[in-house]
């Protein structure tokens, strides 16, 4: 809450020493720059201040009093996206007297089209009426720091990843005794130095991706495709990976119960997705339970059709994932900090990107893990029916005129 | 066998040719797309191994350029990127890439075994086929 925060009150308001407490406190929502509106249990507008008029559009305070909130408060998605009513933060908040905490979301005014970025608290504060107290902060100049520095990481990363690859690239000649002739000692160095630039050029890699989907200058490319298939495809191109480090290696079946319903019939299950993107959420979850895994251990790779959704599952019977952590793995550069995880390579970004190229792509990511007996990651993407995937392939056959397959 | 290297950074420009010319293969390289039109013409190689962004000619145009023109229309290309945009790769194929990289997918050995895939003469065939899989 920012609500006394704000450092700009305007310098021609005085406040005499015979304002009362009560009108002090009027006086403060009269002139801050977040719009509050208060409203009774039904959503009825019982007061709102003259930022709050300003940034929605309503006109004036008289004219909105008396009025359903949903009149003047509209919201849509941060991308910009209409909410589906059951989906609206602002709606189920209201409608369920549950709090809402800075929420990002674009106000959209009930005028004109104009749309402001803001920070979206509800606040029920009981009482006799169940009154709600609504604010908004206008966020605009945050998101276009925000965005000016993902643009300076970005440049950053793009301009380090050229030395870096001809670091890797000359260490790589150095390391090959067809192109170099180097002593023992000096191999093993060079090892060192060689593996250490390859984290490196990852590192920029996974920071360049993040920025390219934090401001959407990668989105997806969707085509309809059969997972299951899909998944076994690529998950298949690990089977020599999974034989180096000791590991049994089985799809379409599954210990976990939630997965072992059907498994023996063949199914379709059709989605709407990016292919890369696919590739490089399963690389990436892959590559997770191979790393945090045991010799002897299992990974089990399963997808299928559930419901409206299909739903793809890697499990491993690795380390697994302490239940204080596990709330926190998909965030930027999180680790979850013991002596297995320290000696074991990443960029703390992976998973943060996997969920961003899985959101990306209208789907929702979940983890499950038991420390010391493994980690099942969860990804269910929206399912589209076979008709609706044959219509999709026709038309892509007419465009390409024949089609890639 | 000859090959091309044209790749605008000196240093990946010469890593890419002592890599190469290891495997027995003669190697030219050149920094941007008019040196290597002007290399490609003379120099006659049967592959051409080359970054799309490169300054003054970009590969793509260097690739249209290359197979428009009767001496060089049927060298091998192997293109690379650091793009992975779909639209970049649909665009590198119609222009008639034998094969589109991306920088970030692949390491130099997977390169290595590439070249030696399209020009059909690497011991290592099926390990290289399993580097690009078509989409």
């Known amino acids: ?405 | 066998m000859k090959i091309m290297v044209v790749e605008d950074d000196a240093a990946l420009r010469e890593i890419y040719s002592i890599r190469i010319a290891a495997e027995g293969y003669e190697v030219v390289s050149a920094g941007d797309g008019e040196e290597a039109l002007a290399m490609a013409v003379r120099e006659k190689p049967n592959l051409i191994l080359s970054d799309v962004m490169m300054p003054k000619i970009s590969g793509f145009d260097m690739l249209d350029i290359l197979r428009s023109t009767p001496e060089t229309a049927s060298i091998k290309v192997i293109m690379m990127t650091a793009l992975s945009a779909d639209d970049q790769r649909e665009r590198g194929e119609r222009l008639g890439a034998d094969r589109y990289l991306v920088k970030s997918q692949v390491g130099i050995e997977d390169v290595v075994n590439i070249i030696h895939e399209v020009l059909g003469d690497g011991a290592n065939q099926d390990q290289a086929a399993n580097v690009n899989p078509a989409q």
């Open chain 1, 1 to 405: 809450m920012s609500l006394f925060k704000r450092k700009n009150i305007p310098t021609e308001v005085k406040s005499p020493a015979t304002f009362s407490q009560g009108s002090l406190a009027e006086l403060a929502l009269r002139v801050i720059h977040d719009g509050v509106v208060i409203t009774d249990g039904a959503g009825v507008i019982k007061f709102l201040n003259p930022a709050a008029v300003v940034m929605t559009e309503c006109g004036s305070i008289e004219n909105a009093l008396g009025l359903d909130y949903d009149l003047i408060i509209k919201i849509e998605s941060k991308e910009k996206r209409e909410f589906l009513k059951e989906e609206n933060p602002l709606i189920v908040s209201m409608s369920s007297f549950k709090a809402l905490e800075n929420f990002e979301c674009i106000l959209v005014s009930s005028l004109s089209d104009k749309r402001i970025p803001v920070s979206l608290s509800i606040i029920p504060v009981g009482g006799a009426e169940n009154n709600r107290i609504i604010t908004f902060r206008n966020i605009e100049k945050e998101l276009k720091e925000e965005s000016e520095q993902t643009e300076f990481i970005s440049t950053a990363s793009h301009e380090m990843r050229t030395p870096v690859a001809s670091i890797e690239g000359y260490l790589s000649l150095a390391l090959n005794p067809q192109t170099a002739t180097i002593d023992e000692r000096a191999k093993g160095y060079l090892t060192s130095a060689h593996e250490a630039s390859q984290h490196l050029g990852r590192l920029f890699r996974d920071l360049l991706d993040v920025t390219k989907l934090d401001d959407n200058r990668m989105t997806p490319h969707l085509v309809p495709v059969e997972m299951i298939s899909l998944t076994k495809r690529l998950s298949d191109e690990y089977a020599a990976r999974f034989k180096e480090a000791g590991l049994n290696y089985v799809f379409g079946s599954h210990t976990n119960e939630l997965m072992n319903s059907a498994h023996q019939i063949p199914q379709v299950a059709y989605s709407f997705v990016d292919t890369d993107f696919t590739r490089e959420i399963i690389a990436n979850l892959i590559d997770n339970a191979i790393k945090y895994s045991k010799a002897g251990g299992a990974v089990y790779v399963n997808a299928k059709g559930d419901g409206d959704h299909v739903l793809v599952s890697i499990a491993d019977t690795g380390i697994g994932i302490p239940a204080k952590d596990l709330p926190h793995i998909f965030q930027k550069f999180y680790r979850a900090d013991n002596s297995d995880t320290r000696t074991i390579g990443g960029t703390g970004l992976g998973l943060y990107l996997v969920k961003q190229r899985v959101e990306a792509m209208g789907g929702k990511i979940w983890a499950e893990s038991t420390f010391g007996k493994g980690t099942t990651f969860y990804v269910s993407l929206p399912r589209i029916s076979s008709e609706e995937y044959e219509k999709r392939m026709i038309a892509i056959n007419n465009e390409n005129q024949g089609g890639q397959q």
